[in-house]
């Protein structure tokens, strides 16, 4: 028999129920770590591949780290504070609808739960209990009308992940540049490497694949990547002379 994620006693349901379900920001810290991760190893890679110095590498990668990181940090935040706006728009929006046709909206909640499957004495109790608390009304009227999530994360936390994570992880093809490590670039492919692998393993938690399949599925495409930068700089290189 497989393991169930938690017991379904019902005081095991009724705690789990009770408990306060605040939003994660796995996909901004996974989003912006792999795209620094991508990034920076790509200019690293396609600097190496065009013959310029470590300098230059340092330069652009720490330009990148601060610029594109932020860039990615603010379309975090814009793109999140956009759900949050639209949000509260249909929730004023439905507000309103309630306070002038009340009727229409009860309506509009019972053919909601019509369509699921309730009918008769059920569905009027159903109705009745959700129309006896607006916020409970309101809710409901996102949820089923709109296709919106009410539980949504913060513009700013979401920002400052995406940010946080990008920079960490960019971080990481350049620290063996930083210390004038012998054979940088291999220990920096090999860094890097790991920091993909680790993202996607980690990101595993979230869905049904393999922790190991998902690491090389990340690892992969973090490597096409920084070969395409590398083979990009080692041409122009070749073009330009």
């Known amino acids: ?67 594109d990181g932020f860039s990615m940090a603010a379309s975090a935040y814009s793109g999140t504070k956009t759900e949050a706006d639209e949000l509260e728009r249909f929730r004023q929006i439905e507000k309103e609808h309630i306070a002038q046709v009340p009727d229409g909206e009860r309506e509009e909640v019972r053919q909601i739960l019509a369509a699921k499957g309730l009918s008769g004495k059920a569905l009027g109790d159903a109705v009745a209990a ?21 539980n949504l994360r913060s513009p700013l936390k979401s920002g ?23 054979q940088a670039l291999e220990i920096a492919l090999f860094t890097t490497g790991i920091a993909f692998f680790t993202i996607g393993a980690v990101k595993s938690k979230w869905s049904l694949a393999a922790w190991w399949k998902s690491g090389v599925e990340t690892l992969f495409i973090g490597l096409v990547a920084s070969a395409m930068a590398f083979a990009i700089g080692h041409f122009v290189k070749q073009l330009v002379g």
């Open 1 to 67: 028999m497989i393991k169930l994620e938690h017991e379904h006693t019902e005081q095991a349901i009724k705690e789990r129920l009770a408990e306060d379900h605040q939003p994660h920001y796995l996909r901004d810290w996974v989003y912006g770590g792999i795209d620094g991760a991508i990034t920076t190893f790509a200019i690293v890679a396609g600097v190496v591949g065009a013959g310029l110095s470590a300098k230059i590498i340092i330069i652009l990668g720490l330009a990148n780290l601060i610029a």
């Open 130 to 150: 959700i129309t006896s608390n607006e916020e409970t009304w309101i809710n409901t009227m996102l949820v089923e009308e709109y296709n919106l999530s009410i």
């Open 160 to 182: 400052l992940s995406t940010f946080a994570a990008f920079f960490i992880c960019g971080a990481i093809p350049l620290l063996p540049f930083l210390l004038a490590a012998d």
